[in-house]
Each structure stands twice: as structure tokens, then as C-alpha cells.
């Protein structure tokens, strides 16, 4: 699989009838595919993540603007990539035109606070089925209108290698094969990861030339 954009239940169901495997498994797909899902793994590995409301709800994102105020950032929980699915409200005016625009019953969201950091990063990982792991170069990232602009690597962050652990027994708990990625917000005390994507990344596009093996090459390897 090279997008979580897919229809996991129908992909399970097909994978069952058809006896083929895929990598990573359409269970797994249809949990991280989901931010609220995927928010509720981090915490649960205890790995540092934002603070985050399910709003499905009208009460629900007034609690979220009671609890975070303004800027307030909005997620759907589903589908949302590059930008799209991802609001920033600056006002209760704002927040008004979003509910007249956006069904939250029909497109449930996550909450986040409006964040400030110093720069955002990136790392790729694949595991295989035996369970040996590769953890691609960390490196930095640049948006520009919510797309990935540019990448620069490798780079380091003192609070990376506290992260390396826990994101293998992340994946280790899940049994994931293949290729994920986590992007972070780094601040002065801390390294946030904001979201999880378990395909190949736009971050790591940078393989196919700058290393000898490209993170698509080793989502094939793993598998």
C-alpha cells in the first residue's frame, strides 16, 4: 500500500476472500487512516503527541475553543492530507462560517491548539515480517501552503534518540510491515509527533537519489 486513502473494511474484506496479504494490514490502515484513532495509539505507546478533542459535535468545539481559544487548529479525522481537511480558526467568527460550511455529525474532527515551533521534521521507518527495523535519515522539512516545499537532511535533534525505542515498540505492538512515517514539531523542550503516515512519505522522496536503497525499495524489502 502506497496511501492509507482507502477503503480498509472493503480492502479486508477482499484480502480475506482472495487469501493476498497486503503490508501494512487493512486493520492497521483503518485505525491510522483515522487521526483520533491514530492520536489514541500515540498516547497509549507513550509517545509525545498534542493535546487533541473529538468534536463531533456544535458543544464539542465550543468546549475545544473554551479550552484551547483562538487560534484554534481543526483536523477531519478522515482523508485529510497536504493541507486539505485541516482548518485554522482565528475568531468565533470564523468558527461560525466553518460550522455553516462543514457538517462535523457527517466529518467529525480533532481539536488541536494553534502551536508554535521551531521547525518541523521527518523520519521514515520500515520494519520487515521478521521484525528488523530500518529507520531512515531524520531530516527537515519545510511547508508551504500545507505541502511539503522542501526537505534538508540528514539532521539531528538531541530528543530524537529518546524517540527511536518507543516508535519500535510502536510498531512492534502493531506488528506493522512496511514503510511509515512521523513528522514532528520540535520546540526548545521537546519533540511532538503531529502526525503519522503509514505509506511512503513526500519527506522521503529524497532516497531514491541521495541514498542507496530509496524508501520505496525498502517497502518492498520489508514485505
Keep these: 500500500v502506497e496511501s492509507e486513502f482507502l477503503n480498509a473494511p472493503v480492502l479486508e474484506s477482499v484480502c480475506k476472500k482472495s487469501r493476498i496479504d497486503i503490508f501494512p494490514k487493512a486493520q492497521l490502515l483503518m485505525l491510522l487512516q483515522d487521526r483520533l484513532y491514530q492520536k489514541f495509539m500515540l498516547r497509549k505507546s507513550n509517545l509525545p503527541?498534542?493535546?487533541f478533542i473529538d468534536v463531533q459535535h456544535v458543544s464539542h468545539l465550543e468546549f475545544a475553543i473554551k479550552l484551547f481559544g483562538f487560534p484554534l487548529v481543526l483536523k477531519?479525522?478522515?482523508?485529510g492530507y497536504d493541507g486539505y481537511g485541516t482548518f485554522v480558526l482565528k475568531s468565533l467568527q470564523e468558527s461560525k462560517i466553518f460550522l455553516e460550511s462543514l457538517d462535523l455529525e457527517k466529518n467529525p474532527c480533532i481539536a488541536e491548539p494553534?502551536?508554535?515551533?521551531k521547525r518541523e521534521l521527518a523520519v521514515t521507518v520500515v520494519r520487515n515480517t521478521n521484525g528488523q527495523i530500518k529507520m531512515l535519515p531524520l531530516v527537515e522539512t519545510k511547508q508551504k501552503n500545507s505541502i511539503?516545499?522542501?526537505v534538508k537532511g540528514p539532521t539531528q535533534s538531541p530528543r530524537f534518540s529518546k524517540l527511536t525505542k518507543p516508535i519500535n515498540r510502536f510498531l512492534k505492538k502493531m506488528d506493522y510491515v512496511g514503510a511509515i512515517s512521523f513528522e514532528f514539531f520540535e520546540t526548545p523542550n521537546e519533540l511532538l509527533i503531529n502526525e503519522?503516515?503509514?505509506r511512503v512519505h513526500n519527506s522521503a522522496h529524497y532516497s531514491i537519489e541521495a541514498l542507496n536503497t530509496s524508501q520505496f525499495e525498502y517497502h518492498l524489502k520489508a514485505i
Design 76 to 79: 477531519k479525522r478522515r482523508f
Design 148 to 150: 511539503c516545499h522542501w
Design 196 to 198: 503519522v503516515a503509514p
Design 114 to 117: 494553534w502551536f508554535y515551533f
Design 49 to 51: 503527541t498534542l493535546p
